[in-house]
């Protein structure tokens, strides 16, 4: 058996509150970059085949109300 040791660099929080996590994502913002969005184009449904979906796959959808009723 392995004795993996874990170094991080700040110490766990585990009894932190909602007040300290919303300071880390504060911290955490300017690393998190948003990449530019380019516009979705339509596709020809001639061009989409071959796609095959389990049955038990497409029952499920089916009955969610999003995808199917």
């Known amino acids: 058996m392995m004795n993996i040791k874990v170094h991080s660099s700040a110490p766990a929080d585990l009894e932190g509150d909602l007040a300290s996590l ?11 970059t948003v990449p ?9 449904p001639s061009l989409i085949h071959g ?12 009955a969610m109300s999003d995808y199917g009723d």
Not at 22 to 32: E, F, Q, S, T
Not at 36 to 44: E, G, H, I, L, N
Not at 52 to 62: E, F, G, H, I, Q
């Open 51 to 62: 796609v095959k979906v389990p049955v038990a796959s497409a029952r499920l959808l089916d």
């Open 22 to 32: 919303r300071g880390d994502c504060a911290r955490m913002v300017p690393h998190w």
């Open 36 to 44: 530019d969005r380019a516009a979705a184009r339509p596709v020809s």
